[in-house]
């Protein structure tokens, strides 16, 4: 299979960075097809450069696919951004992915073992602490169930605690050694179930901790002759798919995709005000508390005799101490304080009368 991103992709072979092979992405799509029927979403929290992603949404076709990729690197990212339909430049741990959202998850994250606790959930693990690990934790909640997941990590990353998560989480399990074995890489394909269902896990999770110690599997046939992976549809609904933490570049594309930080802007912040009625009667001291309260009594306004005010209502609440003091038989005396909340109306009023006093002066009007 011709692939399209590659040389994109070897452009960015420095640093210690490494992207998926064309080998291997190639194999790996042979793997996969679309469900018949239904538009798609799919995730690669590192996508890198965005290239093994991109060539997933061309395989599965195009304008039925939506990507969406995170990358710490901000030049990869950004190129990544021009191959993918959504991309965040930032922090897998600072965005903000809804759960069982996409259809296939592209997993190849760093490698590595883990120098500090980066999250709280790693003082509850057992075995080793990875980089892997780590990013298989954060992401696989986000796969819907039914999805695909493509994990491409190395051999002896498969101890007994990632390999009973990927059994407990996965069925339908297989692992292939890489083509290329630069990084002794394993790619684990797996379709995502409900943990609830009773299911025997330990032939997965002993075929995959074998695998952790040495016993490698067959290479990922360049065809590929069992059934294949169906990405299942998206479920048709909402996509949370944000960072909490933007930097001025991304701000600024935001801003100038959407024309203000808030797609719905206009309707919550509409420019035509609902004009006021006035009231059929004359308020009392009730009606007039509720409507300072809600903030209708503002603007500005001129009194009988003239004089123009900006003003704005407002509503506090004081507390009306009675105090009862009562002797009993003996002569005793006793003393009962009742407090009472009561909402005092108050009215906050600059005076623009021209020529007035009090111009420009801050009124309280109670």
Known sequence: MALMFQRL???FIKNGYYPTDADTISRVLNTLEPAEKGDFQILDPCCGEGVALAEVQQH?????????????????AWHAKELLTYCIHGDLQDCLIGKRQFGLMWLNPPYGDLVTDQTGATS????????????????????????????????NSLDKELSGWIARHFERVQVFLAPEQKFKQV??????????????????????????TGELPDELPRQW???????????????????????????????????????????????????????LCAMSGWHLGLALAAGQVSGVVQSRDG????????????????VDKT??????MQELRIHTDIFVPAIHALDFTPGSTTFGQALVIR
Do not use: C
């Not at 819907?144 to 493509?150: E, P, R």
């Not at 995502?192 to 009773?198: F, G, I, L, M």
């Open 9 to 11: 992709a070897h452009n």
């Open 60 to 76: 599965l076709g195009a304008q039925r696919v939506h990507s969406f990729g995170v990358e710490y690197d901000e030049e990869r």
């Open 124 to 155: 509850q693990w057992k075995g080793r602490k990875r980089l892997e690990k780590l990013f298989y934790a954060l992401t696989n909640g986000m796969l819907q169930f039914g999805g695909v997941m493509v994990l491409i990590i190395p051999n």
């Open 187 to 212: 790619v684990v394909l797996g379709v995502r179930r409900r943990v609830s269902e009773a299911v025997d896990t330990v032939e997965v999770r002993n075929r995959l901790m074998a695998v952790g």
């Open 225 to 279: 002759l069992q059934q294949p992976y169906i990405v299942p549809a998206n479920q048709e609904r909402g996509v949370e798919f944000a960072l909490t933490r933007l930097d001025e570049r991304q701000l600024s594309q935001v801003i100038g995709e959407n024309d203000s930080l808030w797609r719905q802007f206009g309707m919550l912040f509409g420019r035509a005000a609902t004009e006021h009625r006035r009231p």
């Open 307 to 322: 004089r123009i005010f900006v003003i704005k209502g407002d509503t506090h609440k004081e507390k009306k101490i009675r």
């Open 327 to 332: 002797a009993d038989a003996k002569g005793n």
